[in-house]
């Protein structure tokens, strides 16, 4: 049986303002729905289906009406409701038109490449300290990696552990051999370009006729001073014909660190290649004072004995590994606990993340002050190094053959 629509005033409208389904009143209490209006459909309204662009279908399906009032399956559009256009068993919607640009839909659109750029940036930042070696292979050899103290060179899984700085920072730490006609000495660098040059300290290589360098890896190249600056105890050398692959340290920002950061120290104390001992940073800005005359370092070479460099230097008001001289220099020092021993000069203090703060450069014993041997020197938690911004700051002057050339 199919239903009879009526137009609009021709249904039986009730006194008093009844209801227009007088058999709904007779069940007053059978169902919560207002009475004014049919109940909902059976089931829910089919999903829409994209045949083309801009175009979209709702397809019909159930007892809606079958275009002639019927109860044809199919018509309307929704399942289980008569439609509304009695000639048709689909309505089609045009879909709207795109958001200008600029509006707040066209911009959440534009989110994607942001959205991947960050997580780009994420990888990077993860990646840490491969990144920085990444950019210097591909500046050139000469271009040394710097970073702040937040860059981590430490795998993310080993970060924070001595374990992982000693094997992030290790390969980038060489032994210094240097020979003079006063005998010879032991020192430490730290490889700072892929072309092979070496930040070391000036006492390490004073005065050398020939200089010798050992690898991490046990391999050993010969090496020539390129610049040296007695006022600030520092010096750049070169390998000679400098292999391929050199892994290259990150310097760090000194002005960062703070008391108490922990720090790894790593070196050829009494020439134990790649020694690695850590603490923290006791204090800040403490002045050295060492000597310029590279006299009183072969003189140091000569009674020392112990085969390692025992440049002498102040503190305090007292003299420490011999006589400084009267040809002396001052400079601001970080103070460190890390042990330090005859040979670690030159070597790498270093920050958690793997950054070099500080280049070692002195340390203190009870007994290595002037009335006592200097071979009997040994740590006891205090030493010190030349801050890392020191160092930067004088590279182009050292490149171009030092304050002493």
Not at 91 to 117: I, N, Q, S
Not at 125 to 152: F, H, K, M, P, R
Not at 184 to 198: F, K, Q, R
Request: hydrophobic letters at 30%; proline letters at 7%.
């Amino acid at each position: 049986m199919t239903e009879s629509f009526r137009r609009s005033g021709e249904y039986p409208q009730g006194d008093d303002h009844g209801s227009a389904y007088p058999q709904q009143q007779s069940h007053p209490s059978s169902s919560p729905v207002n009475p004014e209006w049919p109940p909902p459909p059976a089931y829910q309204p089919a999903p829409p289906v994209h045949v083309e662009p801009g175009t979209t279908v709702w397809p019909g399906s159930g007892h809606g009406g079958d275009g002639n009032g019927g109860d044809g399956p199919g018509a309307g559009p929704y399942a289980g409701h008569p439609g509304s256009d009695a000639t048709g068993s689909t309505a089609v919607f045009a879909a709207p038109p795109a958001p200008p640009e600029g509006t707040a839909h066209a911009k959440r659109r534009a989110k994607g490449p942001f959205a991947l750029l960050a997580a780009v940036a994420i990888v990077a930042a993860a990646i840490g300290g491969g990144t920085a070696y990444g950019i210097q292979e591909l500046t050139g050899n000469d271009t040394v990696a710097s970073s702040s103290t937040s860059t981590s060179v430490v795998p993310t899984s080993q970060k924070g552990t001595v374990s992982g700085v000693a094997k992030a920072v290790s390969p980038s730490i060489v032994e210094i051999s240097a020979t003079s006609n006063a005998g010879s000495s032991t020192g430490s660098g730290v490889i700072i370009t892929t072309g092979g040059e070496i930040i070391t300290n000036n006492h390490v290589v004073s005065g050398a006729s020939a200089i010798k360098v050992r690898l991490n890896n046990g391999k050993s190249y010969t090496a020539s001073v390129v610049g040296t600056d007695s006022k600030k105890d520092l010096a750049l050398i070169k390998l000679e014909n400098a292999p391929s692959g050199l892994r290259t340290a990150t310097l760090g920002d000194s002005a960062g660190v703070q008391v108490g950061d922990q720090v790894v120290a790593i070196g050829s104390p009494e020439g134990l290649t790649g020694t690695v001992t850590s603490g923290i940073v006791s204090a800040l800005d403490r002045d050295v004072t060492v000597s310029t005359d590279e006299s009183q370092g072969q003189q140091q070479q000569q009674g020392g004995g112990s085969g390692s460099e025992q440049w002498p230097f102040e503190f305090g008001g007292r003299q420490f590994n011999g006589d400084t001289g009267s040809s002396t220099t001052t400079y601001k020092a970080l103070q460190t606990d890390a042990s330090l021993n005859p040979g670690n000069s030159g070597g790498a203090l270093i920050d958690m993340n793997g950054n070099i703060v500080g280049i070692n450069s002195a340390m203190y014993s009870a007994a290595s002050d002037s009335s006592s041997s200097s071979s009997s020197a040994g740590s006891v938690g205090l030493g010190f190094a030349i801050p890392i911004n020191t160092v930067k700051s004088d590279l182009a002057s050292l490149r171009a053959g030092g304050s002493d050339s």
